[in-house]
């Protein structure tokens, strides 16, 4: 049984309140965004103020993302990144455009899932992924709320071992004031991010560029340089800007995953491993973190360490499938044959509903695969 997510994690807000007199307009106002986790699908709802005039989706590629764009008269307001921290879903980022909003799901990897998008009066969905087997609980988290939209939530999860009371949230965010960042800058940071969403990264560098010299003290501006740095290939320099970002803003773990992601595919090891632990000791409870941390401690020999980070991936996400198989492996490196089997016994209860949505999918053959390969792994254990 998958246990719903006690933790309400809001990353980033929306910057602005609106003015006097607005609930009188028929301005379409965003009210609340959620992500929710249900099974092998992804479903970010988004609920308006009121019906929108229309819906746009498509895909774009280099990274690939899902574009909405949900049409109506809507108030200019700056745009925000959501990240939440999921194995498909890297973020969720927000613009507004003259009679639309704009929003950009990122997702990992070279392909899109399938996917729809439907509208129900004031109620926008967007499903990822298809249903597989047996519906199980939804893991729901709130990433906007108008009601709250001068708060970030504090991270309260409930897992076997509980983080330290107050632990702060992500934040993306300027290091510098709002009134000192000039307009001009601002007016750079963002056309850059309009030209990122259309796909144009070469362009979308040299805005974020000019936003630095106008303004070398907004982390904003250096994260999302870095963001496009990496997505080159270019990981030195994508480095660097994540670095002068963490150094205005240290207390970013949006950043540090950030970091730590290029820092691995630039073959660092030792600096991944401490820019994840860095951002675990801000967030302890993001599960994506503790997944790639085990990966990365299992590549090093460390399986005692791998262990306890995909124990910790597993008390986060109770129904990740593949988590279970990588525990399984860390205790048998262990020679700890009983929690071994435990936890590959952990898998294949789940393999059915996960090899079920693979096939949905068009994912039959890796379906198979797995599963066959969970079962072999019971067997050898039970007849050892």
């Not at 006690?6 to 929306?14: F, K, N, R, S, T």
């Not at 005692?304 to 008390?315: P, R, Y």
């Amino acid at each position: 049984m998958v246990k719903a997510w006690l933790c309400i994690l809001l990353i980033g807000v929306w910057i602005g309140g609106a003015p006097e007199g607005w609930s009188q307009t028929t301005a379409l106002r965003l009210h609340e965004m959620r992500f929710a986790v249900q099974g092998e699908q992804r479903i970010v709802s988004l609920r308006f103020s009121h019906p929108p005039d229309s819906l746009k989706s498509f895909v774009l590629a280099s990274p690939v993302r899902l574009v909405v764009d949900v049409s109506g008269a809507i108030e200019q307001r700056p745009g925000a990144t959501f990240d939440v921290d999921d194995a498909l879903v890297r973020q969720v980022r927000v613009g507004s455009h003259p009679g639309y909003i704009r929003f950009v799901l990122d997702v990992t990897g070279t392909d899109m899932p399938p996917f729809t998008v439907e509208q129900q009066g004031s109620l926008v969905t967007a499903v990822l992924g298809e249903a597989g087997g047996e519906s199980s609980a939804a893991q729901a988290r709130v990433l906007f709320s108008l009601a709250k939209k001068a708060q970030v939530a504090r991270a309260t999860p409930q897992v076997s071992s509980p983080p330290p009371s107050g632990a702060p949230a992500p934040v993306l965010k300027d290091a510098l004031p709002p009134a000192s960042v000039p307009p001009e800058a601002r007016a750079h940071m963002e056309r850059g991010q309009r030209l990122y969403d259309q796909g144009q990264v070469t362009e979308a560098i040299a805005e974020w560029q000019e936003t630095i010299r106008l303004a070398p003290q907004a982390a904003r501006a250096h994260h999302r340089l870095g963001v496009a740095w990496r997505d080159r290939g270019e990981q030195t320099k994508a480095i660097a800007a994540f670095r002068e970002a963490l150094r205005l803003e240290p207390d970013n773990a949006t950043t540090y995953v950030q970091l730590a992601r290029a820092l691995e595919v630039a073959g660092d090891t030792p600096g991944a491993l401490e820019a994840y632990r860095a951002a675990l000791r801000l967030v302890p409870s993001a599960p994506y973190v503790h997944n790639r941390l085990g990966h990365l401690l299992a590549a090093e020999g460390d399986w005692s360490g791998a262990a306890q980070a995909w124990q910790h991936t597993v008390d986060l996400v109770p129904d990740y499938a593949y988590a279970y198989v990588h525990l399984g492996d860390a205790f048998e490196h262990l020679n700890k044959k009983d929690e071994a089997l435990s936890a590959y016994e952990q898998a294949l209860a789940l393999c059915g509903r996960f090899a079920e949505g693979l096939e949905k999918m068009g994912r039959k053959e890796q379906a198979a695969i797995f599963c066959n390969e969970v079962r072999s792994s019971v067997t050898r254990l039970q007849g050892q």
